[in-house]
Each structure stands twice: as structure tokens, then as C-alpha cells.
């Protein structure tokens, strides 16, 4: 996931046109994207449906090499390791809210050879996410209410990705929802370095000028940042 940025981008394609997924992903990916987010959804651990592993199989040759970080918005999530490890997912990142065995399912994440993410919803502190820190790779702060792409983000979640970044300097931090152009400073700022954006980058008739964007914004906040130090 080479980058001149420190942060990476990785747009979601929640919102991008499903009917041509392979092509959406493989524009994404030459307008500058960094690696891809997708977003699994499966109707019981949020109210929407999106698809699942037998896509996924379908998408990995369309873009071979990319790095995709699979968001299991599911109830169950260890039953769908074996089924995206097998469809070449590089990241598993469920929900700490959706099994009773969070342990059990990172053990099985890691044994099928992926890397593990977990996330917490907006209603559930950042410190549900303290027990496994260190036996993940990457911690997922969501900025919306998971189920929907186009939401409002919300900048109140910004202190549990302080809380996190002041703690564990080499975690990968990503935050997911609402974030574009007028906002990825605010998180780039509070210590996320991995960001998705998806409608502000698939909606637009311009994806490769909204990711410079996202990009340039980022660097200016980081520099911001350094000098401020
Ligand atoms: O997980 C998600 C929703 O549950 C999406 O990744 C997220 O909403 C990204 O889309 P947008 O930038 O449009 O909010
Ligand atoms: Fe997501």
C-alpha cells in the first residue's frame, strides 16, 4: 500500500454502481486510491444488504494486488472467515458488538491468514476495543450509524481516535463514514491513517480530483500538525 501520504485513502464502494463493480474498483484504484473498502452487509447486524464472499471471489482478478479491507457488517462474522479468505480478502474487520467470542474470531482471522480489524459503532466507547489491541491490526472508528453510505459525518467520534493514536502509535486507526474533502483534515488530525471515503469520491463526476483532495488536505493537516508540535 505504497504512498507518498502517510495516510492512506480507501474510497467504499458502497455507492459506487454494483452492476459494474469490477470496472468501479479498477477506476478507483487508477484515480489514486491506496486500497479498497468493501462493504459487506448482511440484513441482521445492520438494516441493508449489499453481497458477500461469492462476489468478492468474482472482483479479486478484476484487481489483482489491491489490498481489500473486507467491513463485515454481520451477525456471525466468524462464520464468513473461510469464505473471504478463499475469495482473497487481505483484512477482516468485523464489529466488536457482533459475536460473544471476539477472541475466537480473531484467532480464526489470523490462522486463515489475514489481517484482523475491529470496529466499534458511534454508540459504543473506544475502550470495548482495549482488550484486543494487541492482537489486531487495525481498529475501525465509525462516523456513522453502519448500513448506509451518504450519512452525516460525526465529528464527536474524533476523541476515541485521540484516545487511541496517544496510546498505540504503530495501530493502524481507520475511520469510516462521511468523510470528504471538508472534513478528512479533522480526522487525519486526531491520528487516523486509514480513511474511507465513499460517496464524497464515488459521487462525484471527478474521483481522481476529489482524492488529490482528500490527499493534499491530509498532508496539510499532518504538516499543520508537526509545526504545531
Ligand atoms: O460502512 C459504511 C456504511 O455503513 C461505509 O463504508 C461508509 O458509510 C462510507 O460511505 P460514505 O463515505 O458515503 O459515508
Ligand atoms: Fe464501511
Same mark, same amino acid.
Given at each position: 500500500? @505504497? /504512498?507518498?501520504?502517510e495516510c ?12 459494474? #463493480? %469490477? ?8 484515480? *489514486? ?25 468474482? #472482483? ?24 473471504? /479468505? ?12 457482533? /459475536?460473544?467470542?471476539?477472541? %475466537? ?6 490462522? @486463515? ?13 473506544? $475502550? ?10 487495525? @481498529? ?6 453502519? *448500513?448506509?453510505? %451518504? ?7 474524533m476523541?476515541?481516535v485521540q484516545?487511541?493514536r496517544q ?9 469510516? *463514514? *462521511? ?5 478528512i483534515d479533522v480526522v487525519a488530525e486526531a491520528g487516523a491513517n ?9 459521487? $462525484?463526476?471527478?474521483?481522481? @480530483? ?7 488536505s491530509v498532508e496539510e493537516a499532518l504538516q499543520k500538525a508537526r509545526l504545531e508540535r
Open positions: 500500500m @505504497a /504512498t507518498s501520504c492512506k485513502i480507501g474510497p467504499s464502494i458502497l455507492a459506487a454502481d454494483l452492476s459494474m #463493480l %469490477g470496472t468501479e474498483c479498477q477506476r478507483l484504484m487508477e484515480c *489514486g486510491a491506496d486500497y479498497l473498502h468493501l462493504d459487506v452487509m448482511d440484513g441482521h447486524f445492520v438494516p441493508n444488504i449489499t453481497f458477500g464472499h461469492p462476489v468478492v471471489k468474482c #472482483l479479486r482478478p478484476k484487481v489483482p494486488g489491491v489490498f481489500f479491507d473486507m467491513h463485515m457488517m454481520v451477525a456471525k462474522p466468524e462464520q464468513w472467515v473461510e469464505g473471504m /479468505t478463499d475469495a482473497g480478502a487481505n483484512q477482516f474487520t468485523f464489529h466488536v458488538e457482533a /459475536t460473544d467470542d471476539v477472541i %475466537g474470531c480473531i484467532r480464526k482471522i489470523k490462522e @486463515a491468514g489475514m489481517k484482523v480489524g475491529l470496529g466499534v459503532k458511534p454508540g459504543t466507547p473506544v $475502550s470495548a476495543l482495549v482488550p484486543y489491541i494487541e492482537l489486531i491490526d487495525m @481498529a475501525l472508528v465509525m462516523t456513522v450509524e453502519p *448500513g448506509f453510505g %451518504g450519512q452525516k459525518f460525526m465529528s464527536d467520534m476523541p476515541k484516545y487511541l496510546r498505540y502509535q504503530d495501530l493502524d486507526i481507520e475511520v469510516d *463514514g *462521511g468523510v470528504g474533502p471538508s472534513n486509514m480513511i474511507v471515503s465513499g460517496t464524497a469520491v464515488t459521487g $462525484s463526476d471527478e474521483p481522481r @480530483a476529489v482524492i488529490n483532495r482528500l490527499k493534499q
